[in-house]
């Protein structure tokens, strides 16, 4: 019965430890390629030809010249900086991985 009240119930435990791979560095990983694969794929396209398309509007509008892969750098700066003022979103997290992977691609391409 003391164990019990140390560890908790079965079930306690076994929430326990679906929150820790929930918050865990991988979840955020695979969620991650899941939404730049799934979802955001669907409705967005190809992550290179969506930056690439990004970067020919901000380059028109500024008159200045960035590269492909320094788009999703602005967005990962736009999460580091929403990330001051919610710094346990999980979205920010995901999303700078995300835009990290696609940086790389555009980066490759």
């Given amino acids: ?13 076994f929430r326990r430890e679906q929150d820790k791979l929930h918050n865990s ?7 991650a390629v899941s939404l730049t ?9 190809d ?10 509007i901000f ?5 200045h010249t960035i590269k492909v892969s320094e788009v999703p750098m602005f967005h990962i700066a736009t999460k580091l900086a929403r990330m001051q ?5 999980r979205d920010h997290y995901v999303d700078i ?7 790389y ?4 391409k």
């Fill in 37 to 45: 694969s799934g979802d955001r794929h669907k409705d967005y396209g």
């Fill in 85 to 89: 003022a919610s710094p346990t979103k």
């Fill in 25 to 31: 560095r991988i979840a955020l990983l695979e969620e």
């Fill in 47 to 56: 992550p290179v030809e969506n930056m690439t398309n990004i970067a020919k």
């Fill in 59 to 63: 380059n028109a509008i500024t008159g």
């Fill in 105 to 108: 691609e555009c980066e490759k």
């Fill in 1 to 13: 019965a003391s164990l019990r009240k140390k560890v908790g119930t079965p079930k306690e435990v």
């Fill in 97 to 103: 991985m995300a835009y990290a992977g696609i940086a």
